[in-house]
């Protein structure tokens, strides 16, 4: 294994939540008088911390989002998640393949930490991330695109930046690893291969990614 570290996003690459949020932010938006489809929200804010949509919608419209907006939204999305939520297919072998190999992993996402949580104990995936393995952009600054986060998930994780890969499917992801000096790779299942530009690798399953992790 050629990297000292592999860091994952969360959202679309450990757990098949993207379809779910993206249909409830951008119904919800559009209750609000934003109207928006789920392609928007798939284009606007797939990969994004939650300050980028207040930020958006701002700038589009000149109207701020209600101040529960936040709250509102994660009650509605924990619900779903709760019903509906499942790994991406194959990650366990991934990230067992890892364990095996005493590969150090991580996660680094633009979601909250309960996010996060709810998320891996839905889906089982709690078992293999340790609280320390954890990191969310409510750690940094500023989320992605800007490298703040998986910066820091290096530096938590005792990685210099240039030995660790991301695995990322989003472009703000990619984006956001390229600008920090690490590998990225991008996985395409929702995201057109065209706009993970950046990526050093690119790949559609799981089993793949598994491949290219030797």
């Avoid at 057109?192 to 030797?214: I, Y």
């Amino acid at each position: 294994m050629r990297y000292d570290l592999v860091i994952f996003d969360n959202d679309g690459v450990l757990v098949d939540s993207e379809p779910i949020s993206n249909r409830i932010l951008a119904a919800h938006l559009t209750e609000l008088g934003h109207p928006t489809t789920y392609e928007d929200s798939i284009r606007d804010y797939m990969g994004s911390a939650m300050h980028r949509i207040h930020d958006l919608v701002l700038e589009r419209t000149g109207q701020r989002l209600p101040d529960d907006f936040d709250d509102v939204f994660h009650a509605r999305v924990f619900a779903a998640f709760e019903r509906e939520l499942q790994p991406v297919v194959g990650v366990d072998g991934v990230l067992e393949k890892l364990a095996a190999d005493g590969v150090p992993y991580c996660v680094a996402s633009s979601g909250s930490h309960e996010r996060i949580r709810v998320g891996h104990r839905t889906t089982g995936l709690d078992r293999w991330f340790t609280r320390d393995r954890i990191f969310s952009s409510q750690d940094v600054g500023r989320g992605k695109p800007a490298p703040d986060l998986f910066l820091y998930a290096a530096e938590r994780m005792g990685a210099a930046p240039g030995r660790c890969l991301v695995v990322e499917d989003s472009p703000l992801g990619v984006q956001a690893a390229v600008v920090a000096g690490m590998d990225v790779y991008g996985f395409t299942a929702m995201t057109p291969p065209a706009r993970l530009t950046g990526a050093n690798q690119l790949f559609s399953t799981m089993g793949e990614l598994a491949d290219l992790l030797v």
